[in-house]
């Protein structure tokens, strides 16, 4: 099939190389050209594993513009997906959303085309897209729209760090859409993926015992919704450990042996549930702000997903409050970060607990010097008004620091050479904001070892 993709970022080139390595044409179209320009000479702009792989396989069956022209009247599928930040009152900003529309809607042709909203919208945007469309196609033609296209709705479930094995091997494909024959398309194009017909590339093999992948196929709505109740289900997990966790700490029982004890239950499961600083990243936040905003907007209160957001923010705090209540003054200390991106595996720096917990530790007086293991470049372009010390190593880091926060749960950091980085410290203290260290082995090195909960 052809297909268009609106927005090149995480989400947009994953679908986009994904599809053309299952073998559709693809355009993936995005308004920055500095990013195109990137794309067309084989790099990708941002970090995630193997993607450079991806798209050089994909080559063939895949091409890279800023304009919608060139991509949207030859598609039979055109995919809309670009940012949603949050906006300021907890809903989305969809002006990103809205240019896409009216840019598909001018382009068009005469064909029948499925619009596929994969950015995660607010409930009802598949009509409002609809009428976005609708509209700039009317204006541009001078005619109804009648049949020409129909919009759907297809949310996207990757991780960052392992967007290529969610893509192509995912938990499930979600389509709402209102009509058969839109659903129908959507299938199509996605029955390599449901059946697993196709040949797994050699850096991401097939999981074990995959034989197919389930669809739900259902209305609009349901779909908009399944995207916003499973990141916040999957946020009040990691807020409810944590919440556990104080109470650890409180009772002097391990927490992780706890979240072992909890996630060997079948019915609850083991992911989600290590404890520490919390959340991060573009989704997380504003996908549950979001959802706070859409039921109160329907008089629903949702206690449970605001009570998750709250005990979020505050596992950044108790960090900092962790490393107050032991050097009783923070001014003129200097504090090394381990880990920027919000997550392992990935440079993404949206939403990162790193920055906040910078900004915080400033403000108090202290000196902060970072780490991470590919996040340094886009950290230096993005938050140059932060004032920090970049350093080359986690040694760099440790060296003359008053303590050390683990704040990402790089695997590079899971076992550093904590002696020879305890000798250049002022102090051995470490506070392990993940829950990734050995007590004993830090013990052994002679650092007050930390944790987040104790
Ligand atoms: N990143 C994730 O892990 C993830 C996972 C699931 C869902 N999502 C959702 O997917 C959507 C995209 O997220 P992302 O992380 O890929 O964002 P991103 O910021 O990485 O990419 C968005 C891209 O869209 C481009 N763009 C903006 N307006 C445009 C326009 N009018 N025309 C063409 N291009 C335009 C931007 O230049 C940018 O490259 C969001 O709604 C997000 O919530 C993200």
Redesign the pocket.
Known sequence: MNVSI???????LTTGACLAFLGHKVTC????ER?IQALEAGRVP?FEPHMEDLVADARCNLCFTTRYADAIPKADVVFI????PPGPNGSPDLR?LE??AR?IGQNLADHFTVVVN????PIGSGNWVGALVREAYEQAKGRKANGAFAVASN??????GSAILDSLYPDRVVIGADEPRTSEVLYTLYRPILEQTFQAPAYQPRPDQLAAVPLISTDLASAELIKYAANAFLALKISYINEIGQVAEKVGADIRQIARGIGLDARIGPRFLQAGIGWG???FG??TAALVATAAEYGVAAHIVKAAREVNRLQRERAVDKLLAELKILKGRTIGLLGLAFKPHTD?LREAPALDIARKLIERGARVKVHDPVAMERFRRENAELEVACCASAEDVAEDADAIMLVTEWPDYADLPWEKLGASMRSRILLDGRQLLDRERLTRAGFKYIGLPD
Request: proline share 3%; hydrophobic share 30%.
């Open positions: 609106i927005g090149t970022g995480y989400v947009g179209v995005d308004a920055d990013k941002f997906a670009v940012g949603t990103y240019a896409a840019g994969k950015s995660t919208v949310p996207e479930f990757l991780r960052e990243g573009s989704c504003k996908d993404d």
